[in-house]
Nanobody, 126 residues
Framework: QVQLVESGGGLVQAGDSLRVSCAAS?????????MGWFRQAPGKEREFVAA????????SYADSVKGRFTISRDNAKNTVYLQMNSLKPEDTAVYYC??????????????????WGKGTLVTVSS
């Protein structure tokens, strides 16, 4: 089993930066988990934000965040990060961390992820 706990959400103004984190624990080594971030805005479906491979060498981003958000991981700390810059009101959402086992890079398909955190709320005011 894999447990994921997000942190770092909060209320910021448009144009600000924020970093959210996701700490993983459990029997599976973090270094062989493909990781991803998704988000769900009020009244909308959950959508893909970013993904990263085991090693961190492969990443992908939703077009809406490309150039503004950066996903990274620290395998020594069992933690994945999402650095969010130039935040916009439309980035307001609950941000979820997800982990995929037995897959090097899970990408944007949510069915590739078998474990999910409970989310952290990011609110961007205009």
């Amino acid at each position: 089993q894999v447990q994921l706990v997000e942190s770092g959400g909060g209320l910021v103004q448009a144009g600000d930066s924020l970093r959210v984190s996701c700490a993983a624990s459990g029997r599976t080594s973090f270094s062989v988990l493909a990781m991803g971030w998704f988000r769900q805005a009020p009244g909308k479906e959950r959508e893909f934000v970013a993904a990263i491979s085991w090693s961190g060498h492969s990443t992908s981003y939703a077009d809406s965040v490309k150039g503004r958000f950066t996903i990274s991981r620290d395998n020594a700390k069992n933690t994945v990060y999402l650095q969010m810059n130039s935040l916009k009101p439309e980035d307001t959402a609950v941000y979820y961390c997800a982990a995929g086992e037995q897959i090097y890079f899970a990408g944007p398909r949510d069915s590739n992820y078998g474990h999910w955190g409970k989310g952290t709320l990011v609110t961007v005011s205009s």
